[in-house]
């Protein structure tokens, strides 16, 4: 039984920041790895970023070198910083949680993020 609350999306102007942060409540199993998908209405969901509970990242080519994940074990968090961001951001982000990042399935309700040009 995994909890997952995602909270920081928002609107934002092109260019700017936002910084999405998702709360894991359980025992910790399935966690080991965490991570962000997004769907926008009438795309294909899509792995934004994930990151093991060791530190191993992987980051969806488009978000490359804007955005940052992170991670708290002990608080079972994850981050995902985003910077430079882009109106093609805009979308649903969706907290993850899997045995591997392959294997993720997103839990929560989501949080928008909207990016204005």
């Known amino acids: 039984q995994v909890q997952l609350v995602e909270s920081g999306g928002g609107l934002v102007q092109a260019g700017g920041s936002l910084t999405l942060s998702c709360a894991a409540s359980?025992?910790?199993?399935?966690?080991?790895?965490m991570g962000w998908y997004r769907q926008d209405p009438g795309k294909q969901r899509e792995l934004v970023a994930a990151?093991?509970?060791?530190?191993?990242?992987n980051y969806a080519d488009s978000v490359k070198g804007r955005f940052t994940i992170s991670r708290d074990n002990a608080k079972n968090t994850v981050y995902l910083q985003m910077e430079s961001l882009k109106p093609e951001d805009t979308a649903v982000y969706y907290c993850?949680?899997?045995?591997?990042?392959?294997?993720?399935?997103?839990w929560g309700q989501g949080t928008q993020v909207t990016v204005s040009s």
């Open positions: 993850a949680t899997g045995s591997l990042i392959s294997t993720m399935i997103p």
């Open positions: 359980g025992s910790g199993v399935r966690m080991n790895a």
């Open positions: 990151i093991t509970r060791g530190g191993s990242t």
